[in-house]
């Protein structure tokens, strides 16, 4: 930053996933937090729905002695909330709002988004009235706020993400110009559509109509919040170039800047703590394996894993699954590899005979029945990863070289059976797969190789083309990234099972080495580093704020 860059005395982030651990967001808020709370202390203040209301929400702590007159002052303006500190690295402020009661004003809130901004909301459904009824409580919320505790002179800043917060932020656009606005799309809701219904995106992506797409596919409201959010904001962004590209062409808007996604090491277990952990997990992982298939797995056995959605395509499942077949079948592999399918999916709880077994604590040589899963799935019949493994003939019977496990629930620490967190549980593996199609940044092969371990990825995703910017390519490097297209399917799958051959025949000095460099790389994309982005959009949408207040006066 130079000294003509404009920096803001307030910043205000909206999102479904403040307090709310759902998805990837919650994981760019939470580790961000940190960054920004030494920089500026408690004048960062996130907003999110408040789920939990009366019961205990262990993310978060409220503290009634914050800003007790404009609460009360809120709560006569019809404002419903609760004030407090979120629970991860940092504490920053969060204020939880109560959006119930703006369902009574659905429609007129609508009209007025559509005569002030031409949002579309008459083919809205599923959650979409929810969302843009906490996205609307928050712009209401933040309103409140600035008039009752802020001032004019003091520059701030709304940060929406992801259309479900468009409509606040489009609120405060107009009600609080003072404030500048950005928002950020973390994947466009077409793009990710079009992917998911198996249509070719990118090879066809110059010819696509976001407009004409999201009658196709029933997606009109939330594809209008989207587009006019991103078209009168005061800073549009997105989280990756391969998205920036979704955006020019579905809604035809090019990012003002791009944010890539950070990671704090904060989360990373450092020296002995690390050890033991990585000890532990293998220890946990080796004990469900054998409770299920009666194997008994020696310490050199290759873990790979693959987590995240349960999106069969998008997130590379299909691709994963099959390059495991073929990686069974190979004549060259020496060791043992033991493969975790770590996606929740539709399950009743853990398996009560595998529950059992592990409350047993001991060896086991006989399987149970279906010794594929660990959780009792609603509808295994229809269940894409068991169809495929029973299709591939991965049934883990006693002489294969190739396990799979496939875990169909959050790896939270209460799932029953694993008993692990999802950090504590990756420290243990050796190799990560994601071999995606769709993935406008890439999580989870940030946070593999900010716990050590390699991982295969592809030049689809936002985090592959940054790894190959900075020189990565093969797993010696710490990420290997498979160049992926709409047509190379086969190649792709050949590539996946060469990469996890030859890392199953890596000599330990190559693993450890392998081990490091994925480290180094985890180390370039701290948010210390990433944070200058934010600072470009904060001045692009203060720049254009002081530039209204300039016109009022």
Same mark, same amino acid.
């Given at each position: 930053m130079n000294h003509?860059?404009?920096? !803001?005395?307030?910043?205000f982030e909206s999102s479904w996933e403040v307090c709310n651990k759902v998805g990837g967001i919650y994981t760019v808020l939470s580790t961000r937090a940190k960054t920004l709370q030494d920089a500026m202390p408690d004048h960062v203040i996130f907003i999110g729905p408040d789920f939990w209301q009366s019961q205990p929400n !262990?993310?978060?702590?409220?503290?009634?002695?914050?800003w007790a007159s404009w609460r009360k002052q809120a709560a006569a303006q019809g404002l419903q909330l609760r004030v407090g500190r979120w629970q991860i690295p940092g504490q920053p402020l969060v204020i939880l709002v109560d959006f119930q009661p703006f369902f009574a004003q659905k429609d007129s809130i609508y009209g007025a988004l559509w005569t002030d901004y031409q949002v579309d909301s008459l083919h809205a459904y599923g959650d979409y009235d929810e969302a843009s009824m906490f996205s609307y409580a928050a712009g209401r919320v933040v309103e409140s706020f600035y008039h009752a505790q802020l001032s004019e002179r003091q520059r701030v800043v709304y940060q929406a993400h992801e259309w479900m917060t468009g409509l606040g932020a489009l609120y405060i656009r107009k009600h609080v110009p003072a404030i500048g606005t950005i928002f950020t799309t973390h994947a466009t809701s077409i793009g990710r559509s079009i992917a998911g219904n198996g249509k070719p995106l990118y090879d066809y992506l110059f010819a696509y109509n976001g407009n004409q797409m999201a009658d196709e596919l029933n997606m009109q409201s939330k594809h209008s919040i989207e587009r006019q959010t991103a078209h009168h904001v005061d800073c549009f962004t997105t989280v990756s170039d391969v998205t920036a590209r979704e955006c020019v062409e579905l809604l035809d808007k090019c990012p003002d800047v791009v944010l890539p996604n950070g990671f704090e090491m904060d989360f990373v277990p450092k020296g002995g703590g690390f050890a033991s952990g990585r000890r532990k997990a293998r220890t946990r992982m080796f004990q469900v394996a054998n409770a299920l298939t009666g194997v008994s797995f020696a310490d050199d056995t290759l873990i790979v894993s693959l987590g995240g959605r349960y999106e069969w395509k998008n997130k590379g499942i299909d691709v994963y699954l099959e390059a495991l077949s073929r990686l069974a079948q190979s004549d060259t592999l020496q060791r043992t590899v033991l493969a975790f399918v770590a996606v929740p999916g539709w399950q009743k709880g853990a398996r009560e005979d595998l529950r059992q077994r592990m409350e047993a604590n001991q060896l086991f040589d006989t399987p149970l029945p279906e010794p594929i899963v660990t959780h009792q799935l609603c509808e295994p019949g229809s269940d894409r990863v068991c169809g495929a493994l029973h299709h591939f003939g991965l049934d883990n019977h006693a002489g294969s070289r190739v396990y799979v496990i496939f875990a169909p629930c959050y790896l939270d620490g209460t799932d029953g059976i694993f008993g692990l967190h999802y950090y504590e549980q990756l420290i243990g593996t050796d190799l990560s797969i994601y071999p995606s199609y769709y993935e406008p940044w890439g999580y989870t092969p940030l946070e593999s190789v900010a716990f050590h371990v390699p991982c295969v990825t592809t030049s689809l995703s936002g985090f592959g083309m940054w790894a190959e910017s900075q020189g990565c390519n093969k797993l010696a490097s710490g990420v290997e990234v498979i160049h992926r297209t709409d047509y190379n399917y086969d190649e792709v799958v050949d590539a996946v099972r060469d990469a996890m051959l030859g890392y199953?025949?890596?000599?330990?000095?190559?693993?450890?080495?392998?081990?490091?460099?994925?480290a180094q790389l985890a180390r370039k994309a701290q948010w210390k580093h990433f944070i200058t982005y934010y600072y470009q959009a904060y001045h692009i949408a203060l720049t254009k704020a002081e530039a209204r207040k300039e016109a009022l006066a």
């Open positions: 003509s860059t404009l920096i !803001p005395d307030y910043i !262990p993310l978060f702590v409220e503290d009634k002695r914050l199953s025949n890596f000599t330990t000095e190559q693993t450890d080495a392998a081990r490091r460099a994925a």
